[in-house]
């Protein structure tokens, strides 16, 4: 990179200027940050210790837990520690790794939603052969195939832009580093960039979104067909959880991507939303509307009472 760049450091401007505000701000995505590494851990022992859990749905249920600890840890961290430093700065090396992070972590989460949606309509379209269909080998494939697409797809992006001259500006208006972020500090020509990045996160993101959407359609049409209500509301209640995540992860990145650049505070936070917020709102989206994972926690919860008494 110091072959290529002309400055070493970016600063990010991060979420506000005055230090009272950026006090308030530093208590209150501390306390966010702390409650996703907790409810995310919790739910990561409990599926793993609970026998029970130990199904397709609550396997892919603690990767995305898994998941959302790591994407939350990309970015998270380095805001607090500009909430409280006067420089803000970070290093062209860091801000590109954490720009490939961000974008791996993210597609990563797209995919893994995708194969959820797709393990909930075989649950409700083939109950009886849902074991034979969704084999551990088949959901240990797509989990790897989910991580390996996207950290490709990381690539392909990140490595054009480790050769882009960065010497117009040193300003990020954001609290982290992402790939179109960077285009408009370069002083190359980005439109080969902005191409790629452009045509992979249609492929990606919205490529995930319409199989989540045709595999709803289906789920949607098969609950349908369910003649009584009590079988519906059942089949229904095992989606509801998922339909929420999916409502927040993808509404949030398609609005932010949608969303004309003007520099302003509205800009940051729908990003903040996918990926600061939504990872903390997860562990309890699937806790508070799932009886299997309630009832785990109570079971985890005796046994550790019962050995410490």
């Known amino acids: 990179m110091g072959n290529h760049s002309m400055v070493s450091e970016f600063i990010l401007l991060?979420?506000?200027?005055n230090p009272q505000t950026q006090a308030l701000l530093?208590?209150?995505?501390?306390?966010?940050?702390?409650?996703?590494?907790?409810?995310?851990?919790?739910?990561?022992l409990v599926i793993r210790t609970d026998s029970h859990l130990h199904t397709p749905m609550y396997f892919f249920l603690g990767q995305l837990?898994?998941?959302?600890?790591?994407?939350?840890?990309?970015?998270?961290?380095?805001?607090?520690?500009?909430?409280?430093?006067?420089?803000?700065?970070?290093?062209?090396?860091?801000?590109?790794?954490?720009?490939?992070?961000?974008?791996?972590t993210g597609g990563t989460e797209a995919c893994l939603l995708a194969v959820m949606a797709y393990d909930r309509y075989v649950a409700v379209s083939s109950p009886l052969l849902?074991?034979?269909?969704?084999?551990?080998?088949?959901?240990?494939?797509?989990?790897?195939?989910?991580?390996?697409?996207?950290?490709?797809?990381?690539?392909?992006?990140?490595?054009?832009?480790?050769?882009?001259?960065?010497?117009?500006?040193?300003?990020?208006?954001h609290f982290s580093c992402e790939l179109s972020s960077l285009f408009p500090l370069s002083c190359s020509d980005t439109s080969a960039n902005f191409m790629l990045l452009l045509g992979s996160s249609v492929l990606h993101f919205f490529g995930t979104f319409i199989l989540i959407f045709f595999s709803y359609t289906r789920i949607v049409s098969t609950?349908?067909?369910?003649?009584?209500?009590?079988?519906?509301?059942?089949?229904?209640?095992?989606?509801?959880?998922?339909?929420?995540?999916?409502?927040?992860?993808?509404?949030?990145?398609?609005?932010?991507?949608?969303?004309?650049?003007?520099?302003?505070?509205?800009e940051m936070i729908f990003p903040l939303q996918y990926s600061v917020i939504t990872p903390m709102l997860n562990p309890l989206i699937y806790s508070l509307q799932n009886k299997e994972v309630k009832a785990a926690m109570r079971r985890m919860l005796?046994?550790?009472?019962?050995?410490f008494t």
């Not at 998941?67 to 803000?88: A, F, G, I, R, Y």
């Open 14 to 17: 991060g979420l506000s200027a």
């Open 26 to 44: 530093f208590v209150l995505f501390l306390v966010i940050y702390l409650l996703t590494l907790m409810g995310n851990l919790v739910m990561l």
């Open 65 to 104: 837990s898994f998941l959302d600890l790591c994407h939350s840890s990309v970015t998270t961290p380095k805001m607090l520690e500009n909430l409280l430093s006067q420089s803000k700065t970070i290093f062209v090396e860091s801000c590109l790794a954490q720009a490939f992070f961000v974008f791996a």
């Open 130 to 173: 849902y074991g034979q269909l969704m084999s551990n080998q088949l959901c240990v494939r797509l989990v790897w195939g989910s991580w390996s697409l996207a950290f490709i797809d990381a690539l392909i992006n990140i490595l054009p832009a480790v050769n882009l001259d960065f010497c117009e500006g040193q300003t990020i208006p």
């Open 223 to 266: 609950i349908l067909s369910i003649s009584s209500t009590s079988g519906r509301s059942k089949a229904f209640s095992t989606c509801s959880s998922h339909l929420t995540t999916v409502i927040l992860f993808y509404g949030s990145g398609f609005i932010s991507y949608l969303l004309p650049a003007s520099g302003s505070f509205l």
């Open 302 to 307: 005796r046994k550790y009472v019962h050995s």
